[in-house]
């Protein structure tokens, strides 16, 4: 696997394993419904899904499309 890909893999099964546990704390408790559940883990999944992007250059920057001088 090369390197560029090992942090971003990494931080994504860190969260997806303190998601897990709050989520599943909380749902025991009956705090949380499954709605409430999925929303988060979609919206924290968009956030990592994002940063990935944007740190290896797949969603183009304003510096990327008005060239420097």
């Not at 099964?13 to 499954?34: H, Q, R, S, W, Y």
């Amino acid at each position: 696997m090369s390197d560029w890909l090992k942090v971003p893999l990494l931080f994504i099964g860190l969260l997806m394993n303190i998601l897990e546990f709050v989520t599943f704390d909380l749902a025991l408790k009956n705090k949380l419904k499954p709605a409430v559940i999925l929303t988060i883990i979609v919206v924290l999944l968009f956030i990592v899904g994002m940063w990935i992007m944007l740190s290896h250059g797949l969603i183009l920057t304003r510096d990327d499309i008005i060239p420097k001088k």
